[in-house]
């Protein structure tokens, strides 16, 4: 079976998606149930799951039996702030260990803050975290943070929630080539086509919220999105086929065919 390996962890899906932006809980538990995905992050400050006994607790709308929950540090700036959220998180959830650290730049573009990354991520490995790490695609950064422990290197592929796609696939392309963890792109992705390009470069993964929770029907766009990663997780272990810019080739074989008629 073509498992994804994550740290300790393995996972049939390769789509994993976040739990903001939605209309109400009762959407986000459907759209993770469409999405098949059995990974899903929860922002831990801007998230009930059980801080705030009189409301209601996103915990109750996922089947916890069947989903990972990957604790996150959204709306962190600096690398105490996150080592603060994630610690705060592994008491929340039991001793949970599978996190996703971001530490971002600035509240507008929501760029990595990288030199406040790489600090985060060090002490958190040293605390026994298993680190998934929303970055640059940066491939000496990406090594970087591979060689701190990290189990899996989430380059963006635009802005978070910009919808724009992949816009840099060969900064993308080295990183795959020179990583051994998994590679999960992470933010930027727009639609289906988006997703299918991410995993026929090479990506182990696609990480996405606002392509699904903004879409004008965001149940049947979990359900494309699933779809979509699948699609190109078999295309990129199928191969494709070699480009041929001034070489056509017909579709149907020309040896064995009878010759024209020489009837004038």
Known sequence: MDLLKIGTRSFESRLIIGTGKYGS???????????????????????????????????????????????NTAGCYTSDEAIRTLRLARELLDGHDLVKLEVLGDPQTLFPNVSETLVAAEQLVKDGFQVMVYTSD??????????????AIMPLASLIGSGMGILNPWNLSIIIENLKVPVIVDAGVGTASDAVIAM?????????????????????????????????????????????????????????????????
Do not use: W
Request: net charge negative; aromatic share 4%; with cysteine.
């Open 25 to 71: 809980f009762e959407e986000t538990g459907h759209a993770i149930q469409e999405s098949g995905a059995e990974i899903v992050t929860v922002a831990i400050r801007r998230t009930n799951l059980g801080q705030n006994a009189s409301e209601a607790n996103l915990l109750d709308f996922i089947d916890l039996d069947h989903t990972t929950l990957l604790p």
């Open 138 to 151: 940066d491939p000496i950064v990406a090594k970087q943070l591979e060689d701190l422990g990290c189990v």
């Open 200 to 264: 026929e470069l090479g990506c182990d993964a696609v990480l996405m919220n606002t392509a699904i929770a903004a879409a004008q029907d965001p149940i049947m766009m979990a359900r494309a999105m699933k779809n979509a990663v699948q699609a190109g997780r078999d295309a990129f272990r199928a191969g494709r086929m070699p480009k041929n810019l001034y070489h056509a080739s017909p579709s149907s074989p020309t040896s064995g065919m009878m010759p024209p008629s020489s009837k004038k």
